[in-house]
């Protein structure tokens, strides 16, 4: 494991997005980063996890009742009615034959809610993922290169939930600020009894979620939580999963671990590394049944909804078991 | 097959949702409708079909270019930038260490491109499924009873595709206004030698979508369009299937089949026989694939975006062969 | 004054209701309400006023600073760039000859800052304004019958400014729950010198404002805050006044002055009455140079944005003096 | 006038430019523009302009039924309801006391009716007005300098009516391609009998919008129009005019006058005048009543709604005679 110089972030970042780049492994035209990983054989073991048929969707809602404050313009999802089974029930709608209906629209930050982060997302020292200058990858009309639709048929395979909050943490939940690190990790990974590798789209469980359910979003949306520690991004390399998401807004540990950064583990990842990251996904349902029956791979479908341009889009993933 | 008397819509239809309601099958509480026949058998069953590991996205395009003209207040997704790669690149920001990020918003109507409608989307003489009053169901602040995220977590199963434009169409599409029958079904899962059952998602491929990729959208949204006959509700009924879905905008064929009406076939479907309908899909990629191979079964996993309280939800259904 | 029995709200409001009530006054057809006081007599006495020169704007901002905490699903404000300068200095737009551009776009409720209440905006037991069916004005289609734009070229006339704050509050600030009757209009208006009368537009300030701008927005949309009593209702019918607006969210006293009741004054003025009234409007740079002058009246030009179908709107008022 | 030759547009801009450019000329600070010209003592020039109280709408309307058609992601405007008098009527909402409300929310390109083009509109050669760099002024965040709220309270002041297509127009309306030149505008201001000079807000009626009543939007949005030629630059430059609008959707005559450019006449006037341009105005009310009583001036109170940071803003202009 990487020691972490708190004080020296610059550095840290560098070092960790140069040992981790993946700039040019897929050619120079790459749009799909780690995605290339989740082979058609990646996707075949996971469909082999597929035993009794259960399904678990890992979407929180989509709705005004969720977390966001207003950070970065991201308010919760506004859902209107273009019309109701008030209106329809009234007799006014103009329908022929007793016909009526209900349609509506919905406003929302593509990152309000369940989702994965796009690889145009997050750049460092202006270079978007494979090198590209930021200014020529997204712009006003959006990602004119990875845009999210270029992954709408690649985000289905092997999922494997670790439920570090049931293994490691003091009642089932990490506290806000518990850097999850590479050895938290490999012994989560042991106490399930299964493997991490190629092409595997990581679920990882903190439980702040549960206690988000419990006690009131509060800080949800950017405060204090558990998270993985910038010291992971060797192993998020090294492993060569395609994807990796937790059940928090930012993925990695808030406050970050540098005395002054901005998810410096996303600068590595995402732009260097070429890494799918999943944020505020839901793992509860899925984490309970994992440990009722000690299973915890899955077949994931996880396909984003593909809003050309877009650097991040919601997803309701389903996994089966 | 029903004789259809085009004089009398009102008479045919109130005779089909006789005929074809599920109304009380799964008790009063019930807000799945046919999904109550996507179990986990047949989930399995369809895990059974991913025999390569190939995906195949079924979603259209989500942006500016859609089909949409304003009907209904429907108008094409607009995405708009909360920050850009050029403004990182620029480095105003604020961001410390080269950071720099980009972030999107979406204003959308949920039925703008793909989607499956919800159960709450339709009514008939002012009821919605299973018998309740519409006003009861839906109001001003959504679909209160069957919201689109009480199907969050159910829509994985088996697919079969039914390239009726390649059985039946010349030149592999049906025109403008052809309706499906019954037989037009019958007919392609012989010829495809797939079997049609309980629990399955039907993908019925109409041409018209690859017309339009050919041609421009002209009146794709609410024009003329082949789909799905108002005779064939008996047979979407008898076959329990739990859902179903086309290339076109409106499912079935348009102009309706009566002299005057508006969507007969969902008003039976919908709110009387509780079916899942899809709309605006893309099967292209997918057909040909399955002309290949000559294989027209695969796992469906098309989970809606669960938009609390909405009629309709758009969703990037994943097909696995 | 009335005398106010706390303990019974539904009676006080039938009785206010039945007392102020000017359904029928204007012509069954009337879609004005107390507008049609604002004839081009009592324009040219607000024409008169005009002395300087001087304009103030009574708008406050229109942004995701705004005091909105999704209450009804009101939201801030939320403003995107469609096209901004960065990408035009960059030189991608793809103008001739050096034209670059910028573009915006809004998501707002109608009432998420300085708004006019429209006569669709409330209603009573069922009916809208002079005795409509509340179901047969405000559909999902909006307002059918009184929407907005029927008020698009009227709101121009003599304005008042009663700054109650500065006359009856201790440092010039009303305390929150602090309720202004009556007596408290007549004596700001003895103390400025100055008539109400028939058409003219009262601007009523309270202080609210002021103090949310020193101490953060807190609870002021929804929450305590000075306001109108509820007895004030005969004052508001007598005078005859054309419109009325506060520096306050709601426009009444908050909490309300019965024990249980949500916005009484409302439900007599806006579908009774038929009285205009203005929410969360900005006096404070107006008051304090009518505190110089001692001129309290002026032309008020506060034509709300004609959305169509609106039952409430969006205004930049602008008081000329 | 300038002679135009039509296939040298980079000259002819450049020439125009710089012939017209006030940049410095109210400071290094300045981001109020043309608008200095609008002081105190032209407003009371405008209020002189009130002699009989009657008011005009010069809006047009805010709702699907505009002439958008996605051009710049433009739609246009989508309202729709939060609650509805439906609902309440029902009896649903959930208010004590028989109070029922409606509410309503609004999705529109700033840019899509009735307008001011903000300072930030327009660039040239990657300079906005001023001389400020594009990038420094206008970023994903909004104009951080010149947005629409620094013209809040500026608005009011005498505005004159030019119906040049009353004047010069066979049967009232100026065809489409229509280049209106000085000459034209001084003919019609002879013909009404007016003045036009320093900090009148001036209204240029082409008979556009007559036309898109009558047989259709069509290509109203960025169409053929008759309106402003190239060449009267140096007149708006040089009449010292705080602002102009017209009935068209861009103000200049389209096509545009050269081979190859895209409104030439904005890049003179926005960046380089700092001149106000308003678009998509309705005068035909208002120029029925003006070739009535034969006067052609009047208080015009067009103050656009304050959204912080936008490029150009929705207004409601009222014109009082």
């Known amino acids: 494991m990487t020691a972490l110089d708190r004080t020296d972030p610059e550095g840290a970042i560098a070092a960790a997005a140069k040992r ?37 969707s890992l979407a929180q809602s989509f709705d005004m009742n969720g977390p966001q404050k207003g950070w ?18 009234r007799g006014s709608q103009g329908f022929p034959h007793g016909l009526g209906g209900a349609d509506d629209v919905v406003f929302m930050p593509l990152q309000a809610s369940t989702q994965w982060d796009g690889l145009g997302h997050i750049f460092d020292h202006g270079h978007a993922w494979n090198g590209r200058r930021a200014g020529d990858v997204v712009t006003s009309d959006g990602d004119l290169v990875t845009g999210i639709e270029t992954a709408a048929a690649r985000i289905a395979g092997r999922g494997v939930l670790l439920d570090v909050a049931r293994v490691v943490g003091p009642d089932g ?23 991490v590798g190629r092409g595997d789209l990581v679920c990882v469980r903190t439980g702040r979620l549960a206690r988000a359910r419990r006690e009131g979003w ?9 998270g993985l520690s910038f010291t992971t991004a060797e192993w998020l390399h090294d492993t060569e999963i ?5 059940d928090t807004w930012g993925f990695e540990v808030r406050p970050n671990e540098f005395d002054d950064a901005f998810q410096p583990l996303h600068q590595v990842c995402i732009p260097n590394m070429g890494l799918f990251i999943g944020e505020m996904w839901d ?5 309970a049944d994992c440990a009722a029956d000690g299973v ?15 650097v991040g889009a919601p997803v309701n993933p389903l996994a089966v078991k």
Do not use: Q
């Open 283 to 287: 793992f509860d349902a899925l984490a």
């Open 173 to 195: 939940e990490l506290p806000d600020g518990f850097a999850i690190t590479t050895e938290h990790l490999e012994a989560t990974i042991a106490a399930h009894g299964v493997t």
């Open 296 to 310: 915890h791979e899955f077949f994931l479908a996880a396909a984003p909804l593909p809003v050309t341009g877009a």
């Open 72 to 89: 970065r313009r991201r308010t919760n999802p506004v859902h209107t009615m273009l019309d109701t089974g008030t209106d329809a029930e």
């Open 20 to 56: 981790c780049s993946n700039w040019g492994r897929w050619g120079a035209d790459d749009v799909l980063g780690t995605l290339n990983f989740l082979d058609e054989s990646a996707r075949l073991a996971g469909a082999a996890c597929i035993r009794r048929g259960a399904v678990f």
């Open 242 to 246: 395609a994807g990796i998401a937790t």
């Open 218 to 226: 509060n800080d949800y949306a950017g405060g204090a939580s558990p």
